[in-house]
Each structure stands twice: as C-alpha cells, then as structure tokens.
C-alpha cells in the first residue's frame, strides 16, 4: 500500500516549455486533488476532482489543465511554464467523508527558468 | 468565501514545556470541519487532529489536543511537552460544507529549543 505517489519528485523547466505531473492513488479513493505551495505559504487548490469523470477548478488554476485519468490516476499539466510557477507541488486524495483528511502525496519541486 | 488565518510567523518553545498555535477561521457553512497537518523540513504533510464544527468536545490525540471556540471561531492546537521533533510547519485548515475541499492558512513555524 503506497498511499499516493507523484512523478518526478524534482523538475527543472525553462519558460515556455510543457510537462505533466503525474499522481496516483491506491486507496480507492473518488476525490483528488492538486495543491501549489509557494515558498514560506500555506497549500492552495489548483484543481480537484470530486469523482472518477469529473475536474472542477479550485482558486489557482490559471495556467494548469487536469486528466483524470482513471479512479487511481489525475495528472497536472502545464502547456507554458512560466517562473512564476515555480513551487512545491502536492498531489492528493480522499474518500470524502466528514472528518476523513486528505492523503498527500511527498510533492513534486518544480523550478522554471 | 471560506478564510483560514494564521497570525504567528514563527514560535519558539522549550522542550518539555505546552506551546498553543493559534488558528482563527471565517466562514458561512453551517457545518464544518477543522483540521492540523505537521510539514517537517522533509517536505510531507502529516495529519494531527481533527474537530467537526458540531462535536461538544475538544479533540484530542495523543500529545495534541484543538481547543475550539466555536463563537470565536478559533480553533488552536496546543502540543504538550513538546520536543525537538515537534519543529516543523503546522497549517491550520478547513473543509467546506460538502467536506470535499481545504482551505489552508499560511502556517506557522514552530522552533523546539533544547
């Protein structure tokens, strides 16, 4: 039982070019999420998906795309990185039930150029 | 909008001794919850505690206890005999209504001195 994992866990970009943050989930979880942390700040939502189908924007999503790819898998995508995307991304998951937290995967560091 | 707010930057306590880390929060959701999650310097993020904006008590787990104050919409999470391992980030955070999203506050960076 891995909990939730992320792909690549560091990333260094140059301005304008795409990658694709992967995340997986083993714990049958229905709800994902993405999370940016900048520097010294709190995590906020980038997107979510509440269930296997479905992508909802959370207060950040300008500039990212999401897939959910399957019930285990939902990936970020940015198309044109900018440097003012540089952070600690968090993958993460949960059933959602009241009181139940969310699982977060270890994070991706992204640095773009 | 829900708002989670975080006023200490950074706290230092002597090992062995209480420390509170305060938490206040803002929102229109009849219901809610409140939660604390632990980031050492490795990176991840660890799971603490946990209140539901109806629970009649304080929760508790282990060294942690929340100590709500539900007309003050505060909810502070207070870690006893605190130790070195306790250094870390502590965010404050709270669900909404359908209990599907966090909002996080800005955290707080806890110093455990010998």
């Known amino acids: 039982n891995a909990g939730v994992t992320q792909t690549p866990k560091f990333q260094v970009l140059k301005t304008g070019q795409s990658m694709t943050l992967q995340c997986a989930q083993d714990?049958?979880?229905?709800?994902m999420y993405w999370y940016r942390q900048d520097p010294g700040m709190g995590l906020r939502l980038i997107y979510y998906?509440?269930?296997?189908?479905?992508?909802d924007k959370g207060e950040v999503p300008n500039g990212y795309n999401v897939s959910r790819l399957n019930k285990r898998e939902f990936s970020l995508r940015l198309e044109s990185a900018a440097p003012s995307q540089t952070s600690v991304y968090f993958c993460?998951?949960?059933?959602?039930?009241?009181?139940?937290?969310?699982?977060f995967g270890p994070g991706t560091r992204l640095l773009v150029l | 909008a829900q708002k989670i707010t975080q006023t200490q930057p950074g706290m230092f306590v002597q090992e062995k001794e209480a420390v509170t880390l305060d938490c206040t929060y803002d929102?229109?959701?009849?219901?809610?919850?409140l939660f604390w999650y632990k980031q050492p310097s490795s990176g991840e993020m660890i799971f603490l505690i946990y209140?539901?904006?109806?629970?009649?008590q304080n929760a508790t787990e282990g060294r942690y206890s929340l100590n709500f104050q539900k007309a003050r919409k505060s909810a502070n999470l207070v870690i006893s005999a605190s130790q070195l391992g306790d250094s870390a980030m502590y965010f404050c955070?709270?669900?909404?209504?359908?209990?599907?999203?966090?909002?996080f506050g800005g955290g707080t960076r806890l110093m455990v001195k010998p």
């Open positions: 993460a998951s949960t059933r959602p039930l009241r009181g139940e937290t969310q699982y």
């Open positions: 714990m049958n979880h229905n709800s």
């Open positions: 998906s509440a269930s296997e189908g479905t992508t």
């Open positions: 929102t229109s959701d009849p219901s809610y919850g």
């Open positions: 209140q539901g904006s109806y629970d009649q």
């Open positions: 955070a709270m669900d909404n209504n359908a209990g599907n999203m966090l909002t």
